[in-house]
């Protein structure tokens, strides 16, 4: 199936870490990516990371993906409370055409 | 050329009308898709083209949708007798086919927001 699975909700305080799971579905995954959605708003490209690496670290950003178990982690330090909004990871997928698929999103709430 | 543009923002209209959305990519991407998005969940691809030819289509595209980009430019996404299942978020990205940067995935316009009353 293309399930991408996220948890729906964290809620952090201001100047906490923040980590947001991702489960995703296609071992042959080539790219997977980190979207962030604020309201009303379209979806902007925080980072992505390729299937051949496990770390991938953009300022407060941190990526780590585990192959084995389709595992995908999305980490903010000093969560600030402009961070606040839904985080979709996504997967590229299929054979010819990749599309991507996403998750149901995880809404982060940063309280100060 | 500043991103992906999508026109009207809001768009509400009576059950049975037609409704037709406008994207305009980021000029140099040739690659253009039309996802939906409904309230508490993510985006679900709907279809794709690559420059003026549209290449896949979702089962989620029902025969009441039509998606074109005459030019290979910009696209209209027209939904036809609109149901009030079609109230959701309609939303636009484009980016280079890959092998040419499609590593860093799509860039995705403001989205047309369809309510159906």
């Known amino acids: 199936g293309e399930d991408v699975e996220q948890s729906l909700f964290l809620s952090v305080r201001e100047g906490d870490s923040s980590v947001i799971n991702c489960t995703y579905t296609?071992?042959?995954?080539?790219?997977l990516y980190w979207y962030k959605q604020e309201p009303g708003a379209g979806l902007q490209l925080l980072t992505y990371i390729f299937s051949n690496m496990d770390m991938k670290q953009d300022q407060r950003l941190t990526v780590l993906l585990n192959k084995k178990d389709k595992h995908l982690s999305l980490r903010i330090a000093d969560t600030q409370t402009g961070d606040s909004a839904i985080y979709f990871c996504a997967e590229r997928m299929g054979t010819g055409f990749q599309k991507l698929v996403f998750g149901t999103g995880t809404r982060l709430l940063v309280s100060p | 050329d500043t991103g992906v543009s999508q026109d009207p923002r809001h768009k509400i209209t009576k059950r049975g009308q037609n409704v037709t959305f406008r994207c305009d990519p980021i000029s140099e991407h040739n690659r253009l898709y039309w996802y939906r998005q409904t309230l508490g969940q993510g985006p679900e691809f709907l279809t794709y083209f690559q420059n003026e030819a549209q290449l896949e289509k979702s089962r989620l595209l029902s025969d009441r949708f039509s998606a074109e980009r005459p030019k290979g430019s910009f696209s209209t996404l027209e939904i036809q007798r609109t149901e009030q299942g079609d109230s959701a978020m309609y939303l636009c990205?484009?980016?280079?086919?890959?092998?040419?940067?499609?590593?860093?995935?799509?860039?995705f316009g403001s989205g047309t927001r369809l309510t159906v009353v």
């Open positions: 296609d071992s042959s995954s080539t790219y």
């Open positions: 990205a484009s980016s280079l086919a890959p092998g040419r940067g499609g590593a860093y995935g799509y860039t």
